[in-house]
């Protein structure tokens, strides 16, 4: 919470952005502990907008919820009447709930099969993780793999989903685990994560064309922050983390803002000890300049 709004910092009331409401953590805490804040929560997914209702009951007037991607920022901000922010957090990634449900294919760690959908937005009318297996040529995914997954077996992994496709009209979790486990090499090592982890990581950011979308609402995010505004970005995947560096180093260049961590936070051992899934994230931060030339507002 320091990191997103220092102590004593900034003009009152203030406005934040929790572009990844998610399970509603950060807002709540920023809800409790600013008591002149309120909150503008963005979250792609209409069941984390549901989940939400009720924390908005707790503070009433203070939180306001859009079901929007955090690419459409600006919008989410014009529908709430705000036009400027005092700093904005993005949490990637996926929640646990999300995880947990079968029903939407984003993990194969459930004891039932599931469908491949993947997206994070299951009214939105985009095609699926089971659609895009069936339709991308074998180059095409394993470019996917290799940029979203950083797979070092994209190619085979490729060819082993395409060689399936014949016999399968919808996929589940457990045939693209199956075709991943089949282009795996004889004699591999153990690795403390499953073979089939990148991939379908991969294939959940080109579902929801998560690179593209997270450098848009950057791009939105550093010209709405006032004066003294932060943004802080959570990443858990390198791809994520290498847009931000790329953009928050554009915007230092630019003038548009001050890098507040010249190299990203990592967590500590006892956090990790208490979150395992936090063991790969990695938080940067930015600061709008208290003054900016006529000029500046443009990225």
């Known amino acids: 919470m320091s990191m997103l709004a220092p ?78 922010i005092d700093g904005i957090l993005y949490d990637l990634g996926l929640s646990s709930l999300q995880l947990a449900d079968p029903q939407r294919g984003f993990s194969f760690g459930a004891a039932e099969d599931a469908p491949l959908d993947m997206r994070l937005d299951p009214t939105s009318g985009q095609a699926t993780a089971s659609d895009l297996l069936q339709r991308l040529s074998e180059a095409d995914l394993e470019a996917a793999l290799r940029t979203y997954g950083d797979e070092r077996h994209a190619r085979a992994i490729a060819r082993a989903i395409v060689k399936r496709r014949d016999r399968i009209r919808s996929w589940t979790s ?72 790329r953009r928050f180093a554009a915007f230092a260049r630019m003038g548009l803002a001050t890098l507040v961590t010249r190299k990203p936070l990592r967590p500590s051992p006892r956090e990790v000890a208490a979150n395992p899934r936090s063991r790969s994230a990695k938080l940067r931060a930015l600061a709008r300049p208290q003054a900016l030339q006529e000029g500046e507002d443009a990225v």
Do not use: C, W
């Open 174 to 245: 457990r045939e693209l685990v199956a075709a991943v486990m089949s282009a795996q090499p004889r004699g591999r090592r153990r690795s403390r994560i499953h073979p089939a982890t990148r991939t379908f990581q991969a294939l959940r950011m080109l579902v929801n064309d998560d690179l593209s979308n997270l450098e848009r609402s950057l791009d939105i995010a550093v010209r709405r922050l006032r004066p003294g505004g932060r943004a802080v970005v959570i990443s858990f995947h390198s791809g994520e983390d290498r847009v931000v560096k």
């Open 7 to 84: 102590a004593g910092e900034g003009r009152s009331p203030r406005v934040f952005v929790d572009a990844t409401f998610g399970a509603g953590g950060h807002t709540r805490a920023i809800l409790e502990r600013l008591p002149d804040a309120s909150v503008v929560a963005l979250d792609a997914d209409p069941e984390a907008i549901a989940r939400g209702r009720a924390l908005a009951e707790l503070y009433p007037g203070r939180l306001f919820l859009h079901h929007v991607n955090f690419a459409h920022l600006d919008a989410a901000l014009a529908s709430a009447g705000e036009s400027g």
